[in-house]
């Protein structure tokens, strides 16, 4: 079977006629297989949802307990006959529960990797190398400028901050599924064990993946009521991006503000937002990142979506590899 007869493009997302299902549909489907929890992959109101346990948890967290008709759970690595089609789920990386999908049809098999990176991270499974004939990865930060330095360095970096400003609290911008419970764990791998402040708009997914085992430490939350301000003097407070464009972060004592993305390695958009303490802490994966996992799979053709598609579809090419954009839309950068 040819590949762009298995899987490809519609307006509601990358859609299997063989199997009559979509991957990460971006519009409510009748039958859709997720990724993971990340509001521009995993949306509410699909009729019947395949996904990870963990992704179907996290869905419920954000949406409720009907955020589909029904639902059922992909075992990492089994492999499950949906009409004409065989698919299997296998670790990404990226967050708790997520995974890459393999599609199989006729002796054709297609990688839909959602999102996913290679750094190692405390709070989730491994990428695993999937071989297929078409791979379909991501290009958030595919340019070659992209190269992201060791984790640990950036929050050795935080740490450094605190001992030399005892005096101000210490605001990190981290997004709530994923990057918010990375920072923590990093953190508390580098020795910080004092309590660690988060924003409500966190405590949910926190409590769920301390439910599953990933221990955050003691995490407090970052409320004034009954406390004196002086209280997040030296203290380290993590909320979602969007509360620090409030008042919200204006109640801490002489803040600093430090936003935790791969982004921030772009001068121009820390400036932009006002962040002091840039934190290139990234959950996809950077240049040498992308190009060494296409090397390593070996497919017989990439499929670049979302992000800087055409660099890669270049690079691809330059390595005798067949290679396309697929221009979905309706997917960001939530996870960053």
């Known amino acids: 079977m040819k590949p762009d007869a298995l899987l490809y493009p519609t307006p509601k997302g990358l859609f299997c006629e063989v199997g009559q299902f979509y991957v990460d549909p971006v519009q409510p489907v009748d039958r859709a297989l997720i990724t993971?929890?990340?509001?521009?992959?995993?949306?509410?109101?699909?009729?019947?949802?395949?996904?990870?346990?963990?992704?179907?948890?996290?869905?419920?967290?954000?949406?409720?307990?009907?955020?589909?008709?029904?639902?059922?759970?992909?075992?990492?690595?089994?492999?499950?006959?949906?009409?004409g089609a065989t698919v299997s789920f296998h670790p990404a990386g990226h967050v708790l529960g997520s995974a890459q999908i393999a599609v199989e049809a006729q002796g054709t098999r297609i990688v839909v990797s959602g999102?996913?990176?290679?750094?190692?991270?405390?709070?989730?499974?491994?990428?695993?190398?999937?071989?297929?004939?078409?791979?379909?990865?991501?290009?958030?930060?595919?340019?070659?400028?992209f190269h992201h330095p060791d984790?640990?360095?950036?929050?050795?970096?935080?740490?450094?901050?605190?001992?030399?400003?005892?005096?101000?609290?210490?605001?990190?911008?981290?997004?709530?599924?994923?990057?918010?419970?990375?920072?923590?764990?990093?953190?508390?791998?580098?020795?910080?064990?004092a309590p660690i402040y988060i924003h409500g708009a966190l405590v949910k997914l926190c409590d769920y993946y301390q439910s599953q085992g990933y221990d955050l430490g003691d995490l407090r939350p970052a409320t004034l009521v009954g406390h004196d301000?002086?209280?997040?003097?030296?203290?380290?407070?993590?909320?979602?991006?969007?509360?620090?464009?409030?008042?919200?972060a204006r109640r801490f004592p002489d803040p600093v503000s430090i936003f935790a993305s791969g982004w921030m390695l772009v001068r121009q958009r820390a400036k932009q937002r006002g962040v002091e303490l840039p934190m290139i802490?990234?959950?996809?994966?950077?240049?040498?990142?992308?190009?060494?996992?296409?090397?390593?799979?070996?497919?017989?053709?990439?499929?670049?979506?979302?992000?800087?598609?055409?660099?890669?579809?270049?690079?691809?090419?330059?390595?005798?590899?067949?290679?396309?954009?697929?221009?979905?839309?309706?997917?960001?950068?939530?996870?960053?």
């Open 36 to 83: 993971h929890g990340h509001a521009d992959h995993a949306r509410s109101g699909h009729g019947h949802v395949l996904a990870t346990r963990e992704t179907l948890d996290i869905m419920r967290i954000r949406y409720g307990e009907d955020f589909c008709n029904s639902e059922q759970v992909a075992a990492l690595g089994e492999k499950l006959v949906i009409n």
């Open 115 to 145: 999102d996913y990176k290679r750094r190692r991270d405390p709070t989730c499974l491994p990428f695993e190398p999937v071989a297929c004939d078409v791979f379909i990865t991501e290009a958030t930060f595919g340019l070659p400028v």
């Open 151 to 193: 984790d640990r360095l950036e929050v050795a970096k935080v740490l450094t901050s605190l001992r030399q400003f005892p005096e101000r609290a210490h605001l990190v911008g981290a997004y709530a599924l994923g990057k918010a419970q990375r920072v923590i764990a990093l953190l508390r791998e580098a020795g910080h064990e």
């Open 229 to 248: 301000r002086q209280v997040f003097a030296g203290a380290i407070v993590i909320g979602p991006p969007s509360a620090f464009a409030d008042k919200w």
């Open 281 to 336: 802490i990234s959950d996809h994966c950077d240049w040498p990142e992308l190009t060494r996992t296409i090397l390593e799979i070996a497919p017989g053709q990439v499929w670049v979506t979302h992000g800087r598609e055409e660099a890669l579809v270049r690079w691809c090419e330059l390595q005798g590899i067949a290679a396309r954009p697929l221009h979905l839309v309706g997917y960001d950068d939530e996870g960053e």
